[in-house]
C-alpha cells in the first residue's frame, strides 16, 4: 500500500484548502482512511476519517463543521476539504489508512493503529 499526500499550502485564517491523497494497492479489501496532523512540537493527532465502502465518517472535535472528509467513488483518492481556517490548524497533514479487521471495530483514532502513512503535506495558516 503507498499514499501519496498533497494540496498542502500557505493560506490566511478564514480561508480554505483541499488536501487530496491517493493511494494504490488497497484493491478489494475493507481499509478505514483517515487524516492525521502533527504541529510543531506536538505530537500527532487524529482529524477524520471515513469507514469502508464510503461508510461512517468521524471528526476530531476541532475541526467539526469546518472539515469534511469524502473518498473519490473508486475510492482511489480521499480528500479532506478544510474551511474557516485558524492558525491553529497549522500543521503538517498525514494521510493514514488501516485494513478493518472486524465490522464492529470502531473507527482507530489512534496513529499507532495505522500501518500505511504518506508522507505529508504542510498546511500554513497566517492571521
Aim: charged share 20%; with cysteine; net charge positive.
Amino acid at each position: 500500500v503507498q499514499l501519496q499526500a498533497s494540496g498542502g499550502g500557505l493560506v490566511q485564517a478564514g480561508g480554505s484548502l483541499r488536501l487530496s491523497c491517493s493511494h494504490s494497492g488497497m484493491i478489494f479489501m475493507p481499509y478505514y482512511m483517515s487524516w492525521f496532523r502533527q504541529a510543531p512540537g506536538k505530537e500527532r493527532e487524529f482529524v477524520a476519517a471515513v469507514a469502508p465502502r464510503g461508510g461512517v465518517t468521524d471528526y476530531a472535535d476541532p475541526v467539526k463543521g469546518r472539515f469534511t472528509i469524502s473518498t473519490d467513488k473508486a475510492e482511489k483518492t480521499m480528500y479532506l476539504q478544510t474551511s474557516s481556517l485558524k492558525p491553529e490548524d497549522t500543521a503538517v497533514y498525514y494521510c493514514a489508512t488501516k485494513l478493518r479487521t472486524s465490522p464492529l471495530e470502531v473507527v482507530p483514532r489512534t496513529p499507532d493503529r495505522y500501518g500505511y502513512w504518506g508522507q505529508g503535506t504542510l498546511v500554513t495558516v497566517s492571521s
